[in-house]
């Protein structure tokens, strides 16, 4: 079913993180009004939207209050219970739809899917006891890193297994639960990309440039566009991702994050919805990955999405905030602050905003790279 939602019309969000914030910004700005769902009374989209429901993200009378109230539902993360998007589909338009939510919340079924469909992932096991973990070491050798299938974000619920002490550390901790994991094997890569497909209701696609990613203790730091990886690499990224954007049928926005390989890309993860690499497109794009999914849920053209500046990205964390605020008058003109509005303790590694630096070309993003290692 394909439906055109015109602005004036009210959009429901299905979470109220700074994801959720930032499309509310975007949607109206195009006159759509916004009603949120989220547990945290007064949280980030709450801020800009007409009026928040404070509901947990598995209380189904609370999100069909949204939808009752609403044109269009979408999800910002994959916090959200896909029971309960599974259950509004039947009656409300939910054009994102529950599978590709169920898909990426359960990382096992992820890399299942994606191999299913013949993209490239590095070699898995499905782990649910310590002698399958075992077994599976013993196929794909040392370093491996075992991952809880469901749950889990930034590193956590994460552990990277290079000896047999660490296996029987993994064993251990596998045999103490009652969940089931995934074991991959630890890749080589030379660096990280990601890319973002946005897509209509009847397939109409548009790709976002490929970013390169920066990590730091397992949290993103830092993502550079246009990535620094070869045009075979990028042309081979954007097909990936626009094959898989199909496989699964998206409406509105897919992620799909690889390692670069010296023998070819490997599909890392896949998120659909916006995505913290992807909020570069803010000010260097004409057309932001939140307005896109805008777009694409309300059955608007898509727009373009070519990039209109070199541009490095930087989160912004709790440990870095008051440093930040404290310099910001020193920074150059070129240099642009996001923040997302979030109260309360200001966790050392909460994510609070972004620094979005505008470059004139390749030259200077190196040395906005180097400045910014420095400096952080």
Request: hydrophobic fraction near 40%; glycine fraction near 8%; include cysteine.
């Given at each position: ?34 009603f949120?769902?989220?547990p945290?009374?007064g949280c ?24 009752e ?91 990277v ?149 070199p ?66």
């Open positions: 079913m394909v439906k055109t939602i015109l602005p004036g019309s009210a959009i429901g969000i299905l979470g109220g993180g700074q994801l959720g914030r930032m499309t509310a910004i975007e949607a109206r700005k195009m006159g759509y009004r916004i949120c769902l989220d945290t009374p980030p989209c709450s801020q800009v939207a007409d009026d928040q429901i404070v509901a947990d993200f598995d209380d189904v009378e609370a999100a069909v209050r949204l939808a109230r609403v044109d269009v539902l979408i999800y910002e993360f994959e916090n959200i219970d896909a029971r309960v998007v599974e259950e509004l589909e039947k009656h409300y338009y939910l054009p994102q739809k529950s599978r590709p939510l169920a898909v990426a919340q359960n990382r096992l079924l992820e890399k299942q899917q994606l191999r299913q469909g013949g993209f490239p992932v590095a070699p898995f096991f499905r782990v649910t006891n310590p002698e399958e973990l075992t077994a599976g070491m013993t196929e794909i050798g040392y370093p491996g890193v075992l991952k809880i299938a469901r749950g889990g974000y930034d590193g956590k619920g994460q552990l297994i290079n000896n047999h002490q660490e296996l029987d550390k993994a064993c251990a901790l596998v045999k103490a639960g009652d969940n089931e994991w995934i074991l991959e094997k630890m890749i080589s890569f030379t660096c990280e990309v990601s890319v973002i497909v946005a897509r209509t209701e009847t397939g109409k696609v548009a790709v976002y440039p490929v970013a390169e990613n920066i990590h730091r203790e397992n949290i993103l730091h830092m993502t550079v566009v246009p990535a620094r990886i070869s045009p075979q690499e990028e042309a081979a990224a954007i097909e990936i991702a626009r094959e898989i954007a199909h496989f699964f049928q998206i409406v509105g926005l897919l992620t799909v994050e690889f390692f670069v390989t010296p023998s070819g890309l490997l599909v890392n993860e896949i998120a659909p919805r916006p995505h913290n690499s992807g909020h570069y497109t803010l000010d260097a794009c004409y057309i932001s990955q939140f307005e896109q999914l805008t777009r694409a849920v309300c059955g608007l053209p898509l727009g373009p999405t070519q990039l209109l500046t541009a490095v990205m930087i989160n912004i964390l709790g440990r870095d905030l008051p440093g930040i605020l404290e310099k910001l008058p020193g920074f150059p003109g070129h240099v642009k602050i996001h923040l997302y509005g979030k109260g309360g303790n200001a966790a050392p590694k909460r994510k609070m905003g972004h620094l979005l630096i505008k470059a004139d070309g390749p030259r200077e993003i190196d040395a906005i790279i180097r400045e910014l290692e420095d400096r952080w």
